[in-house]
């Protein structure tokens, strides 16, 4: 099962402009992420309706942020994503499997992983873009330092 990283490289992408003297292009931003220029504007857009970036065309244009970072939480990122599957587990593959087996398994995995998404959930509220940014600080002091 392939892994969705749009949040991680998402966030990547926000702390990067967070970062720039001003507005990052979709290009610039690609080259970052290690993408296509498309799949940043089409992730991105997510973030705009969301009101945590926007966009402006033109010569000087790009992507900026709207709001500061201690004002976006790790939870508003990843629901302006449209709330992609956190666990690839549960559920089972067949959804109204007669064997009792199955639905045991089934049973008890899709407890445990809504009760792992709700407490990462809510500790994704409290995780802010600031804290990350300042993690980032803390690296780039140290790396100098050496």
């Not at 990122?77 to 449209?82: E, R, T, V």
């Not at 398994?105 to 990350?132: F, G, H, N, P």
């Amino acid at each position: 099962m392939k892994r969705d990283n749009r949040l991680s490289a998402i966030l990547h992408a926000v702390l990067h402009i967070a970062e720039s003297d001003g507005p990052m292009t979709s290009e610039a931003l690609a080259s970052c992420m290690h993408t296509n220029p498309v799949v940043v504007r089409r992730t991105m857009a997510g973030l705009r309706e969301a009101g945590i970036v926007a966009a402006a065309k033109g010569h000087h244009g790009g992507w900026s942020l709207t709001r500061q970072l201690s004002e976006i939480s790790l939870f508003d990122i990843y629901a302006a994503l449209g709330r992609p599957d956190l666990f690839g587990f549960g559920g089972g593959l067949a959804p109204q499997s007669v064997c009792l087996l199955e639905q045991a398994v089934d049973t008890a995995l899709e407890a445990e992983r809504r009760d792992a998404e709700a407490r990462l959930l809510e500790r994704m509220r409290a995780i802010k873009l600031s804290d990350l940014a300042a993690d980032f600080e803390k690296r780039l002091a140290g790396r100098k330092d050496n």
